[in-house]
């Protein structure tokens, strides 16, 4: 037997009305109570909160042994995404985020090359994960758990966890990241590709930004497209979830294409170890930093040049492609991003659905013929990485 019944399993995402009318519908069947989740992020988080929200027994275990960090992570929030947070996370509408008014594009010399009111609610990876960390029962969220073994049978799973006894349970929750431990268990044969592209990030506090970076990028979803690149910002909450002006961030992403064969080199950090998922702040070497310090004092137009020299500790990650073929096996059951992981098609707020706002109807404003044509042709696969393969809000850790 499964662990719930294949209606749920295979019913895709849920919609923002089915999480206003509760998660599980009466369709759902639970057949398991013992739940075990390896991975404390986000997506273990949700995971978590909706299972013990059905009934079931729930222990999160999160392989880092201290409370994760967002390194300054924007995300642009999603009208399920809200639901949850009010619904589950305790955080009232207007504590989920940031509401920005325009989009706007800017030329190479700095001029506004489209600008039209597009409001859209920004907020962070550090906002989400301190409501939802708050909502989970702590004494069942264990940190400094490494999941290095597991095994399934018609009664049940045992998870094995370094310097710990086996754990038995029901069901498996396999939310453990990109570099998962669940999914190579299972699907061996099925890895992250690198998608031929990097994301440099940084945030820029707003109390140290210059009138100049204010002006520009405040109450703006700012980008500036370049060729077979670009970088965008937007204003997220401060460092403990700050929504007031003056408290909050300018978080910025540049996406550069980057060959494969000197990736190595770029994923190298100060201390000489090379990463597979992102290189942190402090840990870009000077040398590399000043090379595309270079890059970026040719391309970018004054207002983002400015934003990226007042940028402390600029990190980066690799942008990754990653799809397995089914998300539940057994008494398994895949999320996050260990499921799935696409390149990011940032440039449209339609690629992501329909946006809520107070007082509004869901249907989407009219785009200008630049947002529509950002939205049909400048996805990651076509503008940056060519021929090689986030979601918008996709984090580094």
């Not at 009318?21 to 369709?27: C, E, Q, T």
């Not at 999941?147 to 009664?155: I, P």
């Not at 990463?275 to 840990?283: A, K, T």
């Not at 990651?380 to 090689?388: K, N, V």
Request: net charge positive; with cysteine.
């Amino acid at each position: 037997m499964g662990l719930v019944d294949q209606t749920y399993a295979d019913s895709g995402p849920l919609s923002a009305k089915q999480l206003k009318n509760g998660i599980l519908k009466p369709s759902t069947t639970i057949v398991s109570k013992k739940a075990i989740i390896a991975g404390g992020s986000l997506g273990g988080l949700m995971t978590g909160i909706v299972l013990e929200a059905s009934g079931l027994d729930v222990d999160i275990y999160e392989r880092f042994p201290k409370v994760l960090d967002d390194r300054g992570a924007g995300i642009v929030i999603q009208t399920e995404t809200e639901t949850f947070l009010t619904q589950y996370g305790g955080l009232k509408p207007d504590q989920t985020g940031v509401w920005l008014k325009y989009r706007q594009y800017l030329s190479h010399a700095g001029t506004e090359d489209s600008y039209e009111e597009m409001p859209q609610l920004m907020t962070s990876w550090g906002l989400i994960y301190r409501a939802l960390r708050s909502a989970f029962p702590n004494e069942r969220y264990h940190e400094g758990r490494t999941l290095n073994g597991l095994s399934q049978n018609k009664n049940g799973v045992i998870a094995h966890f370094e310097e710990a006894n086996p754990i038995q349970g029901d069901m498996l929750v396999g939310a453990d990241g990109s570099g998962s431990f669940v999914r190579e268990q299972l699907m061996p044969e099925v890895k992250p590709r690198y998608a031929g592209y990097v994301a440099w990030r940084g945030v820029v506090p707003e109390s140290s930004a210059s009138r100049n970076l204010i002006k520009t990028f405040v109450d703006c979803f700012t980008f500036q497209q370049m060729k077979r690149s670009h970088i965008l910002c937007y204003l997220i909450p401060g460092a403990d979830g700050e929504i007031e002006p003056g408290r909050r961030r300018l978080n910025w992403v540049w996406y550069w294409n980057v060959p494969e064969s000197g990736l190595s080199e770029l994923m190298t950090g100060v201390d000489g170890r090379e990463r597979d998922f992102s290189v942190p702040p402090g840990q870009v070497r000077a040398e590399l930093f000043e090379k595309q310090n270079a890059i970026a004092e040719k391309v970018f137009c004054p207002q983002f040049f400015e934003l990226w020299r007042a940028t402390e500790s600029p990190f980066l990650q690799p942008i990754l492609d990653l799809a397995v073929p089914r998300m539940v096996q057994g008494r398994v059951i895949l999320v996050g991003d260990c499921r799935v992981h696409p390149s990011p098609a940032h440039c449209s707020k339609h690629s992501q659905g329909r946006r809520e706002r107070p007082g509004s109807q869901t249907s989407p404003p009219r785009l200008s013929k630049r947002s529509r044509r950002c939205a049909q042709g400048m996805g990651a696969r076509s503008a940056f990485a060519g021929e090689a393969s986030r979601t918008s809000g996709q984090v580094a850790r």
